[in-house]
Nanobody, 123 residues
Framework: QVQLVESGGGLVHAGDSLRLSCAAS????????MGWFRQAPGKEREFVAS????????AYVDSVKGRFTISRDNAKNTVYLQMNSLKPEDTAVYYC????????????????WGQGTQVTVSS
């Protein structure tokens, strides 16, 4: 069973950048499609981005297209979320998730989750 640990969150100003990392252990990350989700206070968990097992296919929610980039380094068992031009509405706890086979946008289809990392964007 894979374990996931996120890092890289923090407090930034609007327009700044952050790079989140998700380190996988307990299994080869290349066996898992990966996703990033976020949850703001009082809101449901929202899909942000996902990536196929080999990194050849990605998907994004419309609100982050052109600003966020998901990538992975399977040699390091790590998935990244580069976030540029951050906005206050990006404020949330960001979670990475893993599932075997194909990546999807549905949180319910990911059985493995990290503990989350807080991203706060001030205006």
């Amino acid at each position: 069973q894979v374990q996931l640990v996120e890092s890289g969150g923090g407090l930034v100003h609007a327009g700044d950048s952050l790079r989140l990392s998700c380190a996988a252990s307990g299994g080869s990350s290349s066996s898992y499609a990966m996703g990033w989700f976020r949850q703001a206070p009082g809101k449901e968990r929202e899909f942000v981005a996902s990536i196929s097992r080999r990194g050849s296919d990605t998907a994004y929610v419309d609100s982050v297209k052109g600003r966020f980039t998901i990538s992975r380094d399977n040699a390091k068992n790590t998935v990244y979320l580069q976030m540029n031009s951050l906005k206050p509405e990006d404020t949330a706890v960001y979670y990475c998730a893993a599932r075997r086979v194909v990546h999807t946008t549905s949180a319910d289809e990911y059985p493995y989750w990290g503990q989350g990392t807080q991203v706060t964007v001030s205006s």
